[in-house]
Structure formats: C-alpha cells, structure tokens
T-cell receptor, first 112, second 118 residues
Framework: GQQLNQSPQSMFIQEGEDVSMNCTSS?????WLWYKQDPGEGPVLLIA?????ELTSNGRLTAQFGITRKDSFLNISASIPSDVGIYFC????????????FGKGTKLSVKP | GAVVSQHPSRVICKSGTSVKIECRSL??????MFWYRQFPKKSLMLMAT?????????EQGVEKDKFLINHASLTLSTLTVTSAHPEDSSFYIC??????????????FGPGTRLTVL
C-alpha cells in the first residue's frame, strides 16, 4: 500500500532557530498537505500544495511540493514556543474520495 | 471559515454501552466526512469515509457493525461505537472536505473526542 516516510521523528530546538522537516512517498502524489496538532486537539491545516514545484508560505511557514511529486518539505523560520506540537504531512494519490495518507508526525519541542 | 465541531469532547462510559459522537461542519457543506482513530503518540488511522446519503466505506479491519456511521446531511455525520469495550478507548477525530471549493482534498478536522470505556 501507499506509505509516507516523515522525518525527523522529533526535534528539540532553541527558540529563534529555523526548522525543516520532510516527507517522502513511494509513489506519486497529487496533493500534499501539512497539519499541526496540539495535544488533545484535532489537526489544523497549515498549508496545502497542489502542483509539482509549488512553493507556498503561510507566515513563518514555507512548504514545497517536490518536482518528482514524491516528496514535500515544511520549513519554520525563527521558531517560537507556540510552534511546539506535532506536525503531520499528508498526501493524496488520486483516490476518488479524497482520502489522505498521513505521515507518522514530527514532534517539535522549542526551548525558550 | 472551514470550522468543524465535534461533540462530546470527552466521554466516559461503562463496558457494553453505546456511544454516539457527532461531527458537524459549521460554515460549509461537506461532500465527504472522514472518521479517524488516534492512539497515543501515533498518527491518524482512517476508519471510514462517508458521503451524504450513502453507506460509509470502511477501511480494512474496521468492523462496520461495531462502528456505525450515519451521514444524514451535508453538515452532520455521526459515529456510534456499539457495545463499547475498554479496547475501544481512544481519541476519535472527524474531518470534512468542502463541497464547492474545488480543493476537496483539504480536510478540516474537528477537535476530537476522547472516549474512555471502563
């Protein structure tokens, strides 16, 4: 079946540092989405990518849809304590109902 | 926009009882709603996909008679955990895709329901 590999699994950084995480798939995806989940809450959509090569920003967040359509990365610049949480990538390979496949998440910890 | 609510946020029940969880899209019409289960420190596991007015599509290994899904309208889907047992204790999250935006792969999630079965 379809699989997403998300790395790193966890990160411990100092406030103000930049962060980068990525996802790769074993097959081509049509859509890449990045979500953030706080403890005890549902995931919140951060960025959606629809075209190969697309680079999209949302405040301090930047994400790119890889040219091969098999990968995506998310960068966070100048991290702040409220960036703490679990970040999930998700992709759709063209399933008719819009089903997403989720990565296993990257847990981000930020030291003030 | 694209707000999804879930009710209740927490529920504790006795083994053998049934629990109903509601998922509502508050400011948009949802073509499709999805139900996920999440174990501690794990990713989201899709349980089923439902479209308004039709039967839900369940993922492999998910018992459809155990987890009853009803999608009565474009803004409401319910998940009923029937005859709940302690192993059903989990965090259940719904999501919804918007009908007319053309970006229907974007799923908007509810805040989740923490189910504890004693």
């Amino acid at each position: 079946g379809q699989q997403l590999n998300q790395s790193p699994q966890s990160m411990f950084i100092q406030e103000g540092e930049d962060v980068s995480m990525n996802c790769t798939s074993s097959s081509i995806f049509n859509t890449w989405l990045w979500y953030k989940q706080d403890p005890g809450e549902g995931p919140v959509l951060l960025i959606a990518l629809y075209k190969a090569g697309e680079l999209t920003s949302n405040g301090r967040l930047t994400a790119q849809f890889g040219i091969t359509r098999k990968d995506s990365f998310l960068n966070i610049s100048a991290s702040i304590p409220s960036d703490v949480g679990i970040y999930f990538c998700a992709g759709n390979y063209g399933g008719s109902q819009g089903n997403l496949i989720f990565g296993k998440g990257t847990k981000l910890s930020v030291k003030p | 926009g694209a707000v999804v609510s879930q009710h209740p946020s927490r529920v504790i029940c006795k083994s053998g009882t049934s629990v109903k969880i509601e998922c509502r899209s508050l400011d948009f019409q949802a073509t499709t709603m999805f139900w996920y289960r999440q174990f501690p420190k794990k990713s989201l596991m899709l349980m089923a996909t439902s479209n308004e007015g039709s039967k839900a599509t369940y993922e492999q290994g998910v018992e459809k008679d155990k987890f009853l899904i009803n999608h009565a309208s474009l803004t409401l889907s319910t998940l009923t955990v029937t005859s709940a047992h302690p192993e059903d204790s989990s965090f259940y999250i719904c999501s919804a895709s918007e009908l007319t935006s053309g970006r229907n792969y974007e799923q908007f999630f509810g805040p989740g329901t923490r189910l504890t079965v004693l």
